[in-house]
């Protein structure tokens, strides 16, 4: 069971602090409806991954699905992206505590996490075999992975709001207008890569 454990919260950890959509949203949302706004998107995964990790687990034997459903998940999700890079470089002009933008994180959130292929690409591989490995030794094994994972999965981003927002007072005018530059630029980089292993995935290119 600490091994179970000690994997869910080392992966959930690396995961949660890794660059990608999810965590440029956080701030981005934070920076422009403040810390709770983020900690939605941050608790997203905990409303998309459990039918992600199902359809991981039917999938398990069948290699060669994988790469379609990864491909069609990584252009639309790429596609989304992009449409938030947008939307994060519209508001640019406003101070962040003016912003009169629905903040939609709920939405937000879990439309990413879905049209990420990283969850995806994660379960479909290392989550599966960890959480079957923690299954063979008992359901409480199993129960604790997933408990530390989604622990510190989702408490590193909530972590990053809180901090993300006591800074806010500081990203006035031109600073403001410069980060939520570098995080629209950001999110197109990602949608970028998204879309390219897509394409990789259907053998496109």
């Not at 479909?124 to 008992?138: E, I, R, Y």
Request: proline share 5%.
């Amino acid at each position: 069971m600490l091994t179970a454990l000690a994997s869910g919260l080392l992966l959930g950890l690396s995961a949660g602090i890794a660059p990608g959509p999810m965590l440029t949203l956080v701030i981005a949302q934070t920076l422009r409806h403040g810390w709770r706004e983020g900690a939605k998107i941050a608790l997203a995964p905990l409303i998309t991954d459990p039918p992600i990790i199902l359809v991981a687990w039917l999938l398990a034997s069948r290699f060669a699905q994988w790469q379609t459903l990864l491909g069609i998940i990584g252009i639309a999700g790429g596609l989304f992206v992009l449409y938030l890079a947008w939307e994060t470089l519209r508001p640019a002009s406003r101070h962040p505590a003016t912003s009169a933008t629905s903040p939609r994180s709920w939405l937000k959130g879990i439309a990413t996490n879905l049209l990420n292929p990283h969850p995806w690409l994660f379960w479909l591989t290392v989550g599966t075999a960890l959480l079957a490995n923690a299954l063979q030794q008992d359901g409480s094994a199993a129960a604790t992975f997933l408990a530390g994972f989604y622990a510190f999965l989702v408490g590193s981003k909530v972590g990053l709001a809180l901090l993300v927002s006591r800074s806010r007072h500081f990203l006035s005018g031109r600073y403001y207008r410069g980060v939520m530059r570098v995080l629209a630029g950001l999110l197109v980089l990602f949608a970028v890569f998204l879309i390219r292993g897509g394409l990789k995935h259907l053998s496109l290119i």
